[in-house]
């Protein structure tokens, strides 16, 4: 059965095109995220290394550790909330790819089954090779509307948490780093 008339497709086009925005961003994300936790491995050994948000993170605290919590807290939080916001930069799309694709796959179907039923009103016949095409377009939209939002729902689900984690693991540099320098 031949696939040509999908690439005419608005929809079908709006999804692969969503598809491979999504595992652009998914790859961004993951490189994203893996080189913070290696400059900030680099800035734990070289105190000197200023790629990391460690170093901005450090920073941040060493102006401001003789500060009273009422200010030194505030500091630090914003700057981790600075460096959280570049690892976060496009993970909102994501989550708009993810949820939006299956509304976009189930709008694919209505238009098919719309053509479906032109095509026997047209034809005044509802024989099969009549509603092929038109039956054909609503399941293939219908599969890649999912096939779009499965894998960006999964990895903005899974990048958020690593996220997470680097935070948790930036905010356990902090409480570490107050405890000793005030314990001095």
């Known amino acids: 059965m031949p696939y040509q008339h999908l690439l005419k497709d608005p929809v079908i086009f709006i999804l692969m095109a969503a598809s491979v925005i999504s595992w ?49 807290l505030p500091a630090i939080d914003s700057e981790i909330t600075i460096q959280r916001q570049k690892l976060e930069r496009q993970l909102p799309l994501l989550g708009v790819i993810g949820s939006t694709a299956p509304y976009m796959g189930l709008l694919g179907t209505v238009i098919g089954i719309i053509q479906a039923f032109q095509s026997i009103q047209a034809h005044n016949n509802m024989s099969p090779s009549i509603v092929a095409g038109g039956i054909s377009t609503a399941l293939v939209a219908t599969a890649i509307g999912l096939a779009v939002a499965i894998p960006a729902v999964a990895a903005h689900h899974l990048i958020s948490s690593a996220i997470s984690h680097r935070v948790s693991d930036w905010e356990d540099y902090v409480t570490e780093q107050i405890s000793e320098k005030r314990v001095k």
């Open 24 to 72: 652009a961003i998914i790859i961004d994300c993951i490189l994203t995220i893996r080189k913070s936790a290696f400059t900030d491995r680099k800035f734990v050994k070289d105190k000197s290394f200023s790629e990391s948000a460690l170093y901005h993170i450090n920073d941040r605290l060493t102006k401001h550790i003789d500060s009273p919590a009422d200010i030194l």
